[in-house]
């Protein structure tokens, strides 16, 4: 026994020897805080022609939990244009009211093929989707646009704003405001925190989380109205060299009061919302 606590403690002084060294020769743990977790480098985004597949999965269930039915949507993204401009393509819309089983083919979204746009407020406009059809689906295309212009807006407008480790609260995004005449959404608050750095891509990254809870949202189409709550929430990762966005995530979870043309009775839908950006 004595033989054997003498060989395992002439380990342990052998892997100190290797492990100190290796640490007082690199990088201090204050020299690495300096240079990357103080605060974030303050670098232009790359004018870059950059391509991304957003996914969203929006499964609907009622009060109790029982499953309804599911959609789900992808589209291809492209920024990096002159004068700020971004296309949308490949857009594809499938639904299944069975929860095991896999998303049938979908369906291409022709009036979405090449549209293109410069990020801004008028893309909530009324006439920025005068070609979109008036019907359910096209509000996951519509969702596609605004879910983007969001992730980007998180991603680059506040940067100078965040601080590690500490919540900031958004000031200037609150309030009621109209989602091209298809309804009204009210954020309470919106919150981000830069929570450390992390590798995406083979790229250093900051990684940014979001949170907005109680928000009001109302929509009115024909044959269709509804009136509820959501919380949505999720990580953006930007890397630290071209502040470009390598991946990003978002949830959310809305209840609704939906009435239904000719039906007798409301009844509440909880949806839920599963949405990934990749770049490709």
């Not at 060989?7 to 492990?19: F, K, M, P, V």
């Not at 069975?98 to 893309?123: G, H, R």
Request: charged letters at 20%; a negative charge; proline letters at 4%.
């Amino acid at each position: 026994m004595k033989n054997k606590l003498n060989s395992d403690l002439a380990g342990l002084l052998i892997s100190l020897l290797i492990i100190v060294p290796s640490v007082s020769n690199g990088q201090s743990e204050k020299e690495i805080i300096d240079k990357y977790l103080r605060e974030l480098p303050a670098v232009p985004v790359i004018n870059a022609i950059q391509k991304y597949r957003m996914t969203a999965v929006y499964t609907n269930r009622d009060l109790y939990g029982n499953f309804m039915d599911k959609a789900k949507i992808t589209g291809d993204y492209t920024r990096g244009f002159e004068n700020g401009f971004v296309t949308w393509n490949n857009i594809y819309i499938s639904g299944s009211k069975n929860f095991s089983d896999p998303f049938p083919a979908a369906t291409k979204q022709e009036y979405m093929e090449n549209i293109k746009y410069v990020p801004s407020p008028k893309m909530l406009d009324v006439d920025a989707f005068k070609d979109f059809p008036a019907n359910p689906q096209s509000v996951l295309a519509k969702n596609l646009i605004w879910d983007m212009m969001t992730i980007e807006g998180f991603a680059w407008e506040y940067i100078d704003s965040l601080k590690l480790n500490r919540i900031y609260q958004i000031p200037d995004i609150t309030g009621e405001f109209n989602m091209a005449d298809i309804g009204t959404y009210s954020h309470n608050k919106i919150q981000l925190n830069w929570t450390g750095i992390s590798a995406v891509n083979d790229e250093l990254c900051a990684v940014i989380e979001y949170m907005a809870i109680d928000n009001k949202i109302e929509l009115l189409m024909a044959g269709l109205k509804t009136k509820g709550t959501e919380q949505y929430w999720g990580t953006i990762w930007v890397s630290l060299k071209t502040r470009l966005i390598e991946s990003a995530v978002m949830y959310s979870g809305t209840i609704q009061e939906i009435e239904v043309t000719g039906m007798t009775d409301k009844f509440l839908v909880k949806t839920i919302r599963e949405l990934w950006v990749d770049k490709i």
